[in-house]
């Protein structure tokens, strides 16, 4: 019942993630971040099988680092997705598939926003907005009904704030709240969401 | 589809899990050198079956100097599907294009293991096959002119696709002459 959204505006990309750790009925912890940062303009988000995701998330991120000071070169925003969705297409043929699904925002080249959805299969689609698991249901009409292509980041801030009112109304247990992440030109930033 | 000196190839552009829509923008039909290919199925199959198939069709190319044509791509993709019999792909794939020396147009459908289905007039694939044969089989005639092929194949995969709770969510056709494609976007219904 993780919370994984995603908004791509004018020049900057939204990432919203619950800040809930959850086993089986407890709320383990409040302020579970489930993003990691790859590189300057780009962040990966998860949810799934606890373990699985931290394990990918970790193994994600370090091969674009090694592959960053081998190569000299930054990975942009589509060359990290395609080898995201490589990895997770491959896994699901092996005998212990990880079970994660991502969102990954940035700045492709650093200043074209990019927003990909990649589930546990290797479906990799690239969207102006988007949610993984059950918060899909509740905000996809709220998205579709408000979005426009040209937003500003405040006005995607308040659409964000929409969703969040609609979460917290109809999820059927405590997310303990969002943590709220902007990627722009100046690199990613926390966002005070309350 | 196929046309008198033409074929059409269309598909729709939803992807989905389930019932719950994920993307309207996902197109299932390739271009690879001047044969098209179609795949249906699973996304992730999809994504990966295409990635593979522009790799091989790039070494072909290199290696033989020219561009594959329909008939060998056919096999290729044939034997390729087959090659993962006991794991398979799980796509429904569909080829389609203009042999280049004969200037014969081609088609044919798979099943996702990879035996071929060589048709004269139409093959379908995916979620809404029934639906696509019913309104295949009542507006296909042969030896279509290309503009008169894209109304046949539009109408065709528009209303299938209406009867089919899984597909939609817009379409593109792409009408394939000797010398000329033709791609084209359709909107149509969005629930």
């Known amino acids: 019942m993780d919370i994984i959204l995603g908004i791509r505006v004018k020049d900057s990309v939204i990432v919203a993630t619950s800040k809930a750790f959850t086993r089986g009925i407890s709320v383990l912890k409040d302020t579970d971040d489930k993003t990691r940062v790859l590189n300057q303009y780009n962040l990966l988000a998860f949810t799934g099988e606890s373990g699985d995701t931290t394990q990918f998330a970790d193994y994600i991120q370090a091969n674009i680092q090694l592959f960053t000071m081998r190569e000299n070169t930054e990975l942009n925003s589509k060359a990290i997705a395609s080898f995201v969705r490589q990895q997770l297409a491959t896994s699901i043929r092996s005998r212990t598939p990880y079970q994660v699904q991502v969102l990954l925002g940035g700045l492709h080249n650093g200043s074209e926003p990019f927003l990909s959805l990649i589930d546990y299969l290797g479906t990799r689609v690239d969207l102006p907005y988007c949610a993984h698991g059950y918060a899909a249901f509740y905000t996809m009409s709220l998205l579709d009904h408000h979005y426009k292509p040209d937003m500003a980041l405040d006005e995607g801030l308040k659409l964000l704030k929409l969703c969040h009112q609609e979460l917290v109304k109809r999820m059927p247990i405590e997310f303990k709240g969002l943590y709220v992440k902007v990627i722009d030109k100046d690199g990613i930033r926390d966002i005070d969401f309350s | 589809m196929v046309g008198k000196d033409c074929v059409a190839i269309a598909c729709d552009l939803r992807l989905g899990n389930q019932s719950l829509g994920v993307a309207n923008n996902f197109e299932k039909i390739f271009q690879l050198g001047h ?132 597909s939609g969510w817009g379409a593109v056709v792409y009408v394939i002459t000797k010398d000329k494609v033709i791609k084209r976007y359709l909107k149509s219904r969005q629930d």
């Open chain 2, 35 to 166: 044969v098209f290919l179609g795949l249906t199925g699973l996304a992730t199959d999809v994504t990966t079956v295409y990635e593979n198939f522009r790799m091989k069709t790039n070494l072909y190319k290199m290696r033989e100097e020219r561009e594959i044509e329909p008939e060998s791509f056919a096999n290729l993709v044939s034997s390729s599907l087959y090659e993962r019999r006991f794991g398979p792909w799980f796509v429904g794939p569909l080829v389609a294009g203009i042999n280049s020396k004969t200037g014969k147009p081609f088609i044919c459908g798979f099943d996702f293991i990879g035996c071929i289905d060589y048709a004269k007039d139409f093959v379908v694939s995916g979620t809404a096959t029934d639906q696509l044969y019913g309104m295949c089989e009542s507006l296909y005639e042969p030896d279509l002119e290309p503009e008169d092929l894209f109304e046949t194949i539009s109408q065709a995969l528009l209303n299938a696709a209406d009867r089919d709770a899984l």
